[in-house]
């Protein structure tokens, strides 16, 4: 029997204005947390998106990924094996992979030995689609095919974990996994002081401080960030993604610069895995969010997703850049949390 849990509480917040990339525009961004400071902070940071004129936002190609790990005689032919699929892909894979997935398009086959193991990373386009079950669908007819085709090989799983799914890893911000969305903003001197009330500077010498040499000390992963994976998850949640991708969500990067007296301020989210369309898209309170984010209108495979990802990383900016600037406030972030989640 399948039971519901209580919802998780849910509010729009912003509005955050985009200049440019998938969807320019002012945009309401749906954030579902029992963490209630993120709302007010992501406000903020929405605010100073307005102020500054707007964000810039690129968003990569979409890439979604399984490993198919099979076992070779010996040593010498998985290594054969492996540089001849890395150099030149059976031509049959692209056929293989679309066969039944209508929008899947064959992107990659990459390879690792480990022994006599051989590790084959099959990299498929998503389209609108998150992609795991279509990249996991694609890989196991791979694997009968591989296993047809060089009878000397033997199965051991359609997963061996360089994929590499929903664990921290090198891997993926290497060779891609999901959507990688960069946006940043040029926010004026008075712009900070006013709505965040901090210099510009400030926020350059915390992120040094902080997010790249603090995550240097506690041994990171590909991750300089303050808390990617708050606005990450809340954003998955309202949108009806899957939450355990905010794992390899969370590793991205924060950067801070003087531009004279201006502060330049970007985040780069390499691993923004999301859909419009598979599995939760058809549960209402996710379908009514989609339509209010306009990502379900007829558009070229990919576009609608792609408008997601952009909003996705929007809400990330506005929160990084509001808890960098509370942070630079002595008590500032326990204040926030005291007033807002305490009950009398």
């Known amino acids: 029997m399948t039971e519901t849990c209580a919802a998780v509480p849910l509010r729009w917040v912003g509005p955050v204005r985009l200049a440019s990339g998938p969807c320019p525009g002012d945009w309401r961004v749906p954030l579902a947390t029992y963490e209630q400071p993120l709302w007010p902070s992501v406000a903020r940071g929405a605010r100073v998106s307005r102020a500054a004129g707007?964000?810039?936002?690129?968003?990569?190609?979409?890439?979604?990924?399984?490993?198919?790990?099979?076992a070779a005689p010996s040593a010498a032919r998985a290594l054969e094996l492996a540089g001849q699929w890395e150099l030149d892909p059976p031509?049959?894979?692209?056929?293989?992979?679309?066969?039944g997935r209508r929008y899947a398009r064959f992107l990659a086959l990459r390879t690792q030995v480990a022994g006599h193991l051989l590790y084959a990373r099959l990299e498929v386009d998503p389209a609108d689609a998150a992609g795991h079950n279509m990249v996991?669908?694609?890989?196991?007819?791979?694997?009968?095919?591989?296993?047809?085709?060089?009878?000397?090989?033997?199965?051991?799983?359609?997963?061996?974990?360089?994929?590499?799914?929903?664990?921290?890893?090198?891997?993926?911000?290497?060779?891609?996994?999901?959507r990688v969305v960069i946006v940043e903003g040029l926010v004026p001197a008075a712009v900070c002081q006013a709505e965040l009330r901090v210099a510009p500077g400030a926020v350059v010498e915390l992120n040094t401080r902080k997010n790249l040499l603090g995550t240097q000390l506690a041994g990171g992963l590909r991750a300089a960030n303050a808390h990617f994976a708050n606005m990450l998850l809340a954003f998955y949640l309202a949108t009806g993604q899957d939450g355990a991708n905010v794992v390899?969500?969370?590793?991205?990067?924060?950067?801070?610069?003087?531009?004279?007296?201006?502060?330049y301020f970007a985040v780069t989210v390499p691993h923004v895995i999301v859909g419009t369309v598979g599995s939760g898209k058809d549960l209402p309170h996710v379908r009514a969010a989609l339509e209010r984010l306009d990502c379900l209108a007829p558009r070229p495979p990919g576009e609608n997703a792609a408008r997601l990802a952009a909003l996705c990383g929007a809400a990330i900016w506005c929160g990084e850049l509001s808890l960098l600037a509370a942070l630079t406030h002595p008590g500032e972030l326990m204040r926030a949390h005291r007033q807002l989640e305490r009950r009398a």
């Open 136 to 178: 996991t669908a694609a890989a196991d007819a791979v694997a009968q095919w591989l296993l047809a085709t060089y009878p000397e090989l033997t199965y051991v799983s359609v997963s061996g974990n360089t994929c590499c799914d929903k664990k921290p890893a090198a891997i993926n911000g290497i060779l891609g996994r999901g």
């Open 54 to 70: 707007g964000l810039h936002v690129a968003v990569g190609s979409a890439r979604m990924s399984r490993s198919i790990l099979l």
């Open 91 to 99: 031509a049959a894979l692209a056929e293989i992979v679309g066969a």
């Open 248 to 263: 390899e969500g969370s590793q991205g990067f924060t950067t801070a610069e003087l531009r004279g007296d201006d502060l």
